[in-house]
T-cell receptor, first 113, second 114 residues
Framework: NAGVTQTPKFRVLKTGQSMTLLCAQDMNHEYMYWYRQDPGMGLRLIHY???????AKGEVPDGYNVSRLKKQNFLLGLESAAPSQTSVYFCASSYSKRNTEAFFGQGTRLTVV | DAKTTQPTSMDCAEGRAANLPCNHS???????VYWYRQIHSQGPQYIIH???NNETNEMASLIITEDRKSSTLILPHATLRDTAVYYCIVLIREYASNTGKLIFGQGTTLQVKP
């Protein structure tokens, strides 16, 4: 039982490049979330999904797209990376409708130069 | 959206109880108080949650005031491994999507000292 797995763990991008971050969970959770965390700050919600095939915007969605084609996977895409997107990205999943206990991945450290 | 206010940082002696306060004066009647912590830039870890009654689990206790405008997370015997950023969160329910979104604030940095 791996929990929540994020791929990759580290990445350096050039401005304007695109990439996709993968989040996979093996707990059969319905709800999945993408957050970003900048140095010295709390986590900010980018997008979330309440089930396969559905996505919704969070606090800071601009510059990102997401997809949830399979229940166990939640993809975060950057179409044209900008230095302002340099951050640590965390994925989370939960089963309960009240998000009773969200499980987090270990993070992806992304640097855009 | 109900917001929370926490002190920026706190110190605690190892072996002593750590009491972390949180103010949430605009909390609604059906909103829960959740606590998470983040150790050294790892993914956040769930600690405990409650609605209006006090709660206890193997990690901590949660004391919620009768008016629900504030709460305190108690780590009964703090260890060096409890050094972390602690987040107090009020669960925001999105009725349209029938789910709650965890919205994080700045948290309290707890430093447990030998």
């Amino acid at each position: 039982n791996a929990g929540v797995t994020q791929t990759p763990k580290f990445r350096v991008l050039k401005t304007g490049q695109s990439m996709t971050l993968l989040c996979a969970q093996d707990m059969n959770h319905e709800y999945m979330y993408w957050y970003r965390q900048d140095p010295g700050m709390g986590l900010r919600l980018i997008h979330y999904s309440v089930g396969e095939g559905t996505t919704a915007k969070g606090e800071v969605p601009d510059g990102y797209n997401v997809s949830r084609l399979k229940k166990q996977n939640f993809l975060l895409g950057l179409e044209s990376a900008a230095p302002s997107q340099t951050s640590v990205y965390f994925c989370a999943s939960s089963y309960s409708k009240r998000n009773t206990e969200a499980f987090f991945g270990q993070g992806t450290r992304l640097t855009v130069v | 959206d109900a917001k929370t206010t926490q002190p920026t940082s706190m110190d605690c002696a190892e072996g002593r109880a750590a009491n972390l306060p949180c103010n949430h004066s605009t909390i609604s009647g059906n909103e829960y108080v959740y606590w998470y912590r983040q150790i050294h830039s790892q993914g956040p870890q769930y600690i405990i949650h409650g609605l209006k009654n006090n709660e206890t689990n193997e990690m901590a206790s949660l004391i919620i005031t009768e008016d629900r405008k504030s709460s305190t997370l108690i780590l009964p015997h703090a260890t060096l491994r409890d050094t972390a950023v602690y987040y107090c969160i009020v669960l925001i329910r999105e009725y349209a999507s029938n789910t709650g979104k965890l919205i994080f604030g700045q948290g309290t940095t707890l430093q447990v000292k030998p």
